[in-house]
């Protein structure tokens, strides 16, 4: 179906699509946690755009990084020191890691951007926390508006909240149609369109989410039929791992990763201030691993694992996340105890030992699936 291709195109081309925008006379905002309130970017007239890397070697990144930095991080530091975001007008981060954190700073240092802001995000969900994360919002908004000269009015917030829950609803649906017996969308499929929709106008995104929803029923050829498989982990910015896992007979129906489920599950609240309802829903989301929150990160992966007949689980943990790498060892315990085959790789955001990690996740697949 061309509508995938539209998806893909957006993601290849997301650089392109974002000069263009700023060749308009507007802002492009980069952003890399999705503890970041987009809404606020959208509602400042600005592009909002998720800062992905490469995996391609970080000779440039590693003269400045110890080794045991993250390889997410470097490499998206390696794309910044490259060039690859010179059109940025600014970068926003927030406190979720300590890579996260200290990158931050390189940016600052190495990277000419002429707007760089860090949002100090809690690490709980307490009305104190709560608070504070408003102020630290407010505080964002009020620097937005003096880099993109402009004031965001209440109305551009609202009409922002309802154009991502808007996107958010549809996601979920384009999701839902991974719990069919075989799912009419790959893993592939989906991490592609949730990726182009986090570098993409939201309500360009919308239209080709809403063709997508109108055209799907007659697709005529859907994924072929593979173990139902969950995956977890941090990011995943790129889909060569996915390809692998579906190249060898599991087929992904389930996610719970920041650039997947966990990115667009929760909606803003549109009935109350926006200000504070964007606030809460970012900080009240399914929680990232660097909250405290491990039950109700857990809770979500197990209820998504359920609902959607998942037969095994593949943790993916980026080599020095430590937040993930924590979190493992038991998420493993939770899965098992649900009944699921687990199968926990470490990985390096690169293509060098690629084919280590394609022989353990087809041995895998081998032996959830019974076959000698
Ligand atoms: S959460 Fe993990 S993958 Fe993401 S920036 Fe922090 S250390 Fe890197």
């Not at 263009?20 to 946690?33: E, L």
């Not at 995943?236 to 087929?251: A, F, R």
């Not at 200000?275 to 989301?285: E, F, Q």
């Not at 694992?305 to 038991?330: G, N, S, W, Y």
Request: charged fraction near 25%; proline fraction near 4%.
């Amino acid at each position: 179906m061309n509508i995938f291709s539209s998806f893909r195109d957006l993601l290849s081309t997301r650089h392109e699509v974002a000069k263009n925008w700023k060749a308009k006379g507007k802002h492009v905002i980069g952003w890399s946690c999705t503890y970041t309130p987009e809404e606020l970017i959208h509602a400042a007239d600005a592009l909002p755009v998720m800062v992905f890397g490469s995996l391609e070697s970080t000779k440039l990144a590693d003269v400045h990084l110890p080794i045991n930095v993250c390889s997410f991080s470097r490499s998206c530091f390696n794309s910044a020191l490259k060039g690859d975001y010179d059109y940025l007008d600014g970068f926003v981060t927030s406190s979720s890691c300590d890579n996260r954190n200290k990158i931050f700073d390189m940016w600052r240092y190495y990277v000419r951007i002429p707007y760089l802001h860090f949002i100090n995000t809690p690490r709980s969900t307490t009305e104190l926390a709560h608070d504070f994360f408003y102020a630290e919002i407010s505080r964002f908004k009020t620097s937005l508006e003096e880099i993109c000269r402009k004031t965001i009015s209440t109305a551009a917030l609202n009409r922002a909240i309802q154009v991502y829950n808007d996107n958010r609803l549809l996601l979920k649906r384009v999701y839902d149609l991974r719990k069919m017996q075989p799912p009419l969308i790959s893993g592939v499929e989906a991490l592609e369109i949730v990726l182009s929709s986090m570098v993409t106008l939201k309500e360009k995104h919308n239209d080709l989410l809403n063709r997508l929803l109108a055209e799907i029923p007659n697709r005529v050829n859907p994924p072929k039929r593979g173990v139902r498989l969950l995956v977890s982990g941090s990011v995943m910015d790129n889909t060569e791992l996915l390809k692998i896992v579906e190249s060898v007979g599991g087929s992904v129906v389930a996610d719970d990763w920041c650039t997947g489920s966990r990115y667009f599950w929760n909606l803003v609240d549109s009935g109350s201030d926006p200000l504070v309802a964007i606030a809460r829903r970012y900080l009240g989301k399914i929680p990232s691993s660097f909250m405290l929150e491990q039950k109700e990160r857990f809770g979500h992966t197990i209820k998504i694992a359920k609902q959607r007949d998942v037969e095994a689980a593949i943790i993916f943990v980026l080599k020095f996340c430590d937040t993930h790498m924590f979190d493992a060892p038991q998420l493993m315990e939770v899965l098992k105890d649900i009944g699921l085959p687990v199968l926990c790789l470490e990985w390096e955001h690169s293509l060098s030992g690629m084919a280590q990690v394609k022989t353990r996740i087809e041995a895998f697949i081998e032996m959830v699936s019974g076959v000698e």
